[in-house]
Every structure is written in C-alpha cells, then in structure tokens.
C-alpha cells in the first residue's frame, strides 16, 4: 500500500484540486477494501478509478474556468451601439457671396473627390476662425497644412476622431471609442465606392479586366487602434487614395470649409 500511495502521490501531485485530506480518505477507504477481501479483492482498484475519475472532472472544470478568464482582444465591435452623424451631409452647400473674415480658398486637389469632383469643382468659401465661440465637431471639413512629398502644403480633409477618443480602422472601417462609424464618411471610399468589389465591378463594365484588385488594399485597410490627445484630431481626405490621413494638434486648423463659393 505504500508503494501505492507512493505512486498516487507522483501522479496527482500536480494537481492543486487534489489536497492532502482528499488522498488520505481515499487511501483509508482502499485499506479496508483491502482488508476486507484479504488483499485480493478488487477494492482498491475500484477507489483508485474513482479518484482518476474526479481528477478528470477536476481538470475539465479548471481549465473551463481559466478559459473564461483569458481575455481576447475584439477586433470588431459589433457588440456597441453604432455611432451616427445625421448634422453632416455629403451635399456641399453653394454661397453666392460672403463678408469678411470669411475668405475664398482656391482648391485644386482631388483629395475630398466623392465621384463629383467635391471640393475641387468651386473654389471653397472658408473661415479662417471657426472655433472661436464653437467646438470642433466631427464631420467638419478643414484646412490645414501638411508635410507632402514636395514640402508643406495646404489641404483639406475631414475631422474623424475628436480629441481623446481611439480610432481604430478594420477592414475599411473606421471605429470611434470601440463603435462602428456609420456615416457616408465611415469607411474607405474611392470616387463613390466603398467596396473592393463594387469597384472591381465598375473596372469590368469599363473593360478594364486587366486591372482587378487595385484598390484592393485601400478598401482592407487596418490600423491598430490608437488614442488621441487632448487637443487632438484625427483627419482624413473622403477619397482615401488621393486623400491622406493625420494626427493633428486641434491648435494647427487654419480654417473650416463652409462650401462653394460661386460668386456673380
């Protein structure tokens, strides 16, 4: 028997389940099985089973628990209520005439081209001091200047992420704080198409079938999610192949865009 116990000691030695009372009470039960058949029976036999038995048990049930406790990392966030933005429209609004500080602001970039030549087809109506008695609000649409193959130059890109929020990008999808961005301006776009797919479609109809898949990448986009500072945005150009996307201090916008301006 104490080769026995020697041997049941190796073998669920590891298991924390398994205290030192729990064997002792299994190894008194197995003595007098013992006993009583004249150490010939199949008693101890019959505990020991049941104790492997239970270890198993054991072993399932903490490995369970330890499951429930490994936290995954969510890369959606279909669980949270999405996020909206019904006071931003697509539409550009036209002015015929303005008064100062307001200011005219010649655009000819396609960066904010949505498949109409947005933002490039007027020149732009500005105001080069937006923020003064509001705060900046996503979906605006702002100049400011920044760092390009060719130097430092003006653009205009729309505000995404607000300051001290996280932004992440999955899959073409923009999320603010753990929510889907569910607006016009929510997920990579390409002169008025928003899928990999859909574009593919328009290359083949065109008979450009040698072209599949080049803005493959563009509509897949991924970017770890990341946090903002305070005074901090997020930008990005509604054309994201033309457009770009920056990080900028909020102290750095040179101007809002309010519309076209068409003057007589």
Not at 19 to 48: D, H, Q, T, V, W
Request: negative net charge.
């Amino acid at each position: 028997m104490n080769k026995f116990k020697q041997k049941l000691d190796k073998f669920i030695g590891n298991y924390p389940l398994f205290k030192e009372p729990i064997k002792r009470k299994f190894l008194m039960k197995m003595k007098k099985e013992n006993k009583a058949s004249g150490g010939k029976g199949i008693g101890p036999f019959k505990y020991a089973a049941m104790l492997v038995l239970l270890m198993a048990v054991g072993t399932l049930f903490s490995l369970l628990a330890l499951n429930e406790n490994i936290s995954v990392p969510s890369t959606s966030t279909q669980e949270n209520p999405v996020l909206t933005d019904a006071g931003t429209e697509a539409i550009i609004q036209l002015f015929t005439e303005y008064e100062e500080p307001l200011e005219v602001f010649d655009f000819k970039y396609d960066s904010m081209d949505r498949g109409n030549h947005d933002y490039t087809e007027y020149p732009l109506l500005i105001d080069p001091q937006p923020y003064t008695e509001k705060e900046i609000a996503r979906g605006d649409v702002i100049v400011y200047e920044a760092e390009f193959f060719n130097g430092m130059q003006r653009t205009v890109g729309r505000v995404i992420g607000l300051p001290g929020e996280t932004v992440e990008i999955i899959d073409g999808q923009i999320y603010i704080n753990g929510r889907k961005l569910d607006t016009f301006y929510g997920r990579a776009h390409r002169v008025g198409i928003s899928s990999n797919a859909e574009y593919n479609k328009v290359l083949i109809e065109n008979g450009a079938t040698q072209n599949i898949d080049p803005m493959k990448e563009i509509f897949s986009q991924n970017t770890r999610e990341f946090q903002l500072a305070e005074g901090e945005i997020f930008v990005v150009g509604d054309d994201w192949f033309r457009g770009s996307q920056h990080r900028l201090p909020v102290s750095e916008i040179q101007a809002e865009v309010l519309g076209y301006y068409q003057g007589s």
